[in-house]
């Protein structure tokens, strides 16, 4: 059974940091991209960040700068540095993989339960 479990969510000023992490589990890691997603309220699930072993990562402009994605192959870890947050970035940020990953696309065979960052003063 694949599982992917997000976990560092939370509630922060404007300016801050968080960092979220999501453990993957059930399938060989190297074959599949991993990416981050989120939804804020009233808003489509939209992509943010990707990274995989054969194309390295990937940003959607309104984050690059800000947020860093990273990745421990040995613990099936992927992670999402978050940066200089702002009140738009709050939403709930989901975990995805798949063999293909797309950030225009909201689509994967595999999700995570989310988790919350909401970024207010």
């Known amino acids: 059974e694949v599982q992917l479990v997000e976990s560092g969510g939370g509630l922060v000023e404007p300016g801050g940091s968080l960092r979220l992490s999501c453990v993957v589990s059930?399938?060989?890691?190297?074959?599949?991209?991993v990416g981050w997603f989120r939804q804020a309220p009233g808003k489509k699930r939209e992509g943010i960040s990707l990274i995989s072993s054969t194309d390295g990562s990937a940003y959607v402009g309104s984050v690059k700068g800000r947020f860093t994605i990273s990745s421990d192959n040995a613990k099936k870890t992927v992670y999402l540095q978050m940066n200089n947050l702002r009140p738009e970035d709050t939403a709930v940020y989901y975990c995805?993989?798949?063999?293909?990953?797309?950030?225009?696309?909201?689509?994967?065979?595999?999700w995570g339960q989310g988790t919350q960052v909401t970024v207010s003063s």
């Open positions: 995805a993989a798949d063999r293909i990953l797309r950030l225009w696309v909201a689509a994967a065979s595999h």
């Open positions: 059930g399938l060989t890691f190297d074959d599949y991209s």
